[in-house]
């Protein structure tokens, strides 16, 4: 590995901080057009299940601009986490060993794709059941008419509940090849995972029991399939000069 000095480090990470945001900038400036489409869009699972003639609501009175503005910034992040993910892997790289850098196109691959799979199972799967459940325990006489930013608020909680869930893989591959911890120690945990599983969903779903179990069965089960990839990919190999 080449060691450089400090000022090139910096150098290199203002480089690189300056393209992953270049990058973020650019797509949300070709969406920001559309940006009431997309918060529509964003918007479906609930306005789906809401009572005819129900609309969502803005309280605030910016909250009809600078609502649907950041969720065009979310989907331009989303859009560019490629690239951003890049970024900070070519700023590591140098530092890695030749075996560790072979590594890095499919780590980012997989991490991004599990990500994106989270998202989308919290979207087309879990936000159906969960809005479905709430409007249908909603009382008589009261009309559920959501705030715009409070719906933005609690879309982006999920999907970073689930999105964060689904790199349970990556970060057991991981913790096994820095030798943190060895697959036997993966598989003595497994009680303490399902029922810490169980203890994050019930903190980030809401109080609905089936909501709950879409969350904690997933995470279980990727840690599962976690421990099945640590067993081919986890074992570190021997060292190797850059």
Do not use: C
């Not at 503005?69 to 992040?77: P, S």
């Amino acid at each position: 590995m080449n060691e450089q000095p400090l000022l090139a480090h910096l150098i290199e990470l203002r480089t690189r901080l300056v393209r992953a945001a270049a990058g973020l900038l650019i797509v949300f400036l070709a969406l920001f057009h559309w940006s009431g489409d997309i918060y529509h869009l964003l918007a479906k699972p609930l306005l789906d299940v809401l009572p005819s003639g129900s609309n969502m609501i803005a309280t605030d009175v910016t909250a009809p601009f600078f609502v649907p503005v950041k969720v065009t910034m979310l989907v331009a992040f989303l859009i560019s986490l490629p690239n951003t993910l890049y970024q900070i892997w070519a700023f590591v790289a140098p530092g890695l060993y030749a075996h560790e850098k072979r590594l890095i196109l499919p780590l980012v691959v997989s991490s991004v794709v599990l990500f994106f799979t989270g998202m989308a199972f919290a979207y087309f799967l879990v936000f159906p059941v969960v809005f479905g459940f709430m409007s249908s325990v909603t009382p008589q006489g009261v009309a559920m008419m959501t705030d715009i930013d409070k719906y933005l608020s609690f879309v982006l909680g999920m999907f970073v509940a689930f999105g964060v869930t689904f790199e349970v893989p990556i970060v057991v591959i991981l913790l096994t090849r820095m030798g943190i911890v060895t697959v036997e120690k993966l598989r003595a945990g497994r009680p303490y995972v399902i029922v810490g599983a169980f203890v994050v969903a019930a903190v980030v779903t809401p109080p609905d029991v089936l909501s709950q179990i879409m969350l904690a069965l997933p995470l279980w089960l990727l840690y599962e399939f976690g421990i099945i990839m640590a067993i081919f990919f986890g074992r570190q190999p021997k060292r190797e000069t850059a």
